[in-house]
């Protein structure tokens, strides 16, 4: 597995990772919206891809961001379907913290509540749990009216 910037060509790939998981956060793919955080965010190197070699699609995709009081986001993390389990994920988050962070400070990101099924079926609340997140205070809901709550993890 190979992480790297994302570039401009990438943005299918991540495109088919969005339609992977719109059944959680929503249409993605055609949201304007989307579109532009794909953009700013390759603009300013902040998009990172997973891939493996010879395969057609990326394994997995990461925005990040930061703000001047060492407060910084994942903004959006998407592990392929069939590469879940594999540390992807946390392949991605390793190369964000080591590319991004200057402690001391924070990294948040807001997923899914304990009451949503992607909680469960996506693993999403363990797998920031495992990488050191603590659940913190509720998020406004999702697109679809799923609940979210926002996860913190201080850096040193």
């Known amino acids: 597995m ?9 943005v299918p790939g991540i495109l088919a990772l ?9 249409p993605l793919t055609e949201d304007p919206g989307f579109r532009a955080a794909i953009d700013r965010h390759l603009c300013r190197s902040t ?13 997995g995709g990461l925005l990040f961001s930061a703000k001047e009081d060492a407060t910084y986001h994942v903004r959006w993390l998407v592990v392929a379907e069939d590469a879940r ?18 402690g001391p400070g924070t990294i948040e990101v807001v997923t899914f509540g304990a009451d949503h099924p992607g909680a469960v079926v996506g693993g999403a609340r363990a797998f920031y749990e495992r990488l050191g997140f603590t659940p913190a205070e509720p998020a406004d809901p999702g697109p679809e009216g799923g609940s979210r709550q926002v996860f913190r993890r201080a850096v040193a």
């Open 2 to 10: 190979i992480v790297r910037p994302a570039r401009q060509a990438d």
């Open 18 to 26: 969005a339609a992977q998981v719109e059944h959680w956060f929503g």
């Open 47 to 59: 998009a990172l891809l997973a891939t493996a070699p010879g395969r057609p699609h990326p394994l």
């Open 85 to 102: 389990g594999r540390g992807v994920g946390r392949a991605l988050m390793a190369d964000a913290v080591r590319r991004f962070v200057r």
